[in-house]
């Protein structure tokens, strides 16, 4: 198979229907085991380190401590990406390595300013996606990842909730899916006075041209200043110098009367803004990152879990080829000894997919703006007497 229907055949299978999976039960979200992430026990999101080397543009490093919060007063509810090597359709509900590292990469983070809930789902599976490749499409449930999201949110409401302000998080499929959820469970009900934001990062959501709110979440805004709470931040990442093809999949929408929303979680206000990125220190897979583990061009080693490369990226929404994206500009000096592109593009070999833009690190680029919005946010709720 040809590069260009590799990558055609990518993209019509997160869309296209898929051969029916045989009914499966509902998972029972009481249970320990179905979740990846809860308060008060060891496990995906409180075990990490979240200590951070800061490599500075002189490629000095300097070793960051980070601790959790002792007692948050927001949650956050994570619904992780597309990552399962598990040979079905639908994964399986055993927790692998892949999932235990997308959460301490995209959410124990989190865990410095909220109780952190990470639920486990049978998600369309990677496995899936290469079928649909190759033409010989597995059977796959759709709507059970999404009952199973569901039904974990509606036990955390009962069971854990309390009332508490909230912040949902999502990357990818998971994105996507917390979009539904919010249109069929938050919106309208009691629950959304709690929600703080969502974080919803690379996935369109849609709303009337020229509005903030419309179309997809039909009672949820655009997020256009830090202290604004029950509202959405979405965004997809492109390179400044690689901006989405023209009919691209990322930043617009097929109905002339919408667009898609950009929401900069580093500039709610709009304009170029440094990015504080975080990212995996190591080799990654999947949505974690990198191309390579070189930090500097001595190719000395990182202790800590995280990097962090101050001043490197800086990001703002554009409109470029009629999509709404976030484009990326990164502030390299190949005279320095720092590393000049941490990656992130979709390759199949050495073809680069610019449909994608740089799809796998959508949360990292911005990951310590995503935690720090959210005190922000809840000094607000707090402030409205909620």
């Not at 539904?180 to 009900?189: D, F, N």
Request: proline share 8%; hydrophobic share 40%; charged share 20%.
């Amino acid at each position: 198979m040809s590069t260009a229907h590799v990558i055609a055949a990518v993209l019509a299978a997160t869309t296209q229907s898929a051969p029916a999976a045989p009914a499966a039960a509902p998972n029972d979200y009481a249970l320990e085991q179905n979740w990846l992430c809860r308060p008060g026990r060891r496990d995906a999101c409180s075990t990490p380190s979240l200590d951070v080397t800061e490599v500075a543009p002189n490629g000095t490093r300097t070793v960051r401590t980070v601790t959790r919060a002792k007692a948050p007063e927001a949650d956050c509810f994570y619904v992780y990406p597309t990552l399962s090597y598990d040979p079905g359709g639908n994964s399986d509900m055993i927790a692998n390595d892949e999932e235990r590292r997308v959460v301490e990469a995209q959410f124990a983070r989190f865990g410095t300013v909220c109780q952190t809930f990470a639920p486990i789902y049978r998600q369309s599976t990677l496995s899936w996606l290469r079928s649909n490749m190759i033409g010989n499409p597995i059977p796959m449930d759709p709507e059970l990842r999404y009952n199973d999201v569901r039904d974990a949110w509606r036990r955390y409401m009962a069971a854990d909730n309390k009332g508490r302000p909230f912040v949902l998080v999502g990357h990818s499929q998971g994105s996507g899916l917390l979009k539904r959820l919010i249109a069929e469970e938050i919106e309208g009900k009691p629950a959304a006075t709690q929600m703080l934001s969502a974080m919803l990062a690379g996935t369109n959501v849609a709303v009337p041209k020229g509005k903030d709110q419309g179309a997809d979440l039909k009672q949820t805004p655009v997020c256009r200043k830090a202290g604004q709470t029950n509202c959405v931040i979405a965004w997809t990442s492109f390179r400044e110098t690689s901006p989405p093809p023209v009919n691209g999949r990322y930043g617009r929408v097929p109905d002339p009367a919408q667009e898609t929303i950009c929401a900069n979680p580093a500039a709610l206000g709009g304009g170029m803004a440094t990015v504080n990125a975080r990212f995996p220190s190591g080799a990654g897979i999947g949505d974690l990152v990198t191309d390579s583990t070189r930090w500097t061009k001595d190719n000395a080693p990182v202790i800590t879990p995280t990097v962090a490369v101050p001043g490197l990226y800086a990001a703002q929404c554009v409109t470029v080829n009629g999509a709404n994206v976030l484009s990326v500009r990164i502030n390299a000096d190949p005279a320095d000894p720092r590393i000049d592109d941490v990656g992130g593009d979709v390759r199949f070999g050495a073809f680069v997919a610019q449909d994608w833009g740089l799809h796998l690190i959508d949360v990292s680029l911005v990951m310590q703006d995503m935690v720090d919005l959210v005190p922000v946010q809840l000094a607000a709720w707090k402030a409205h007497g909620r």
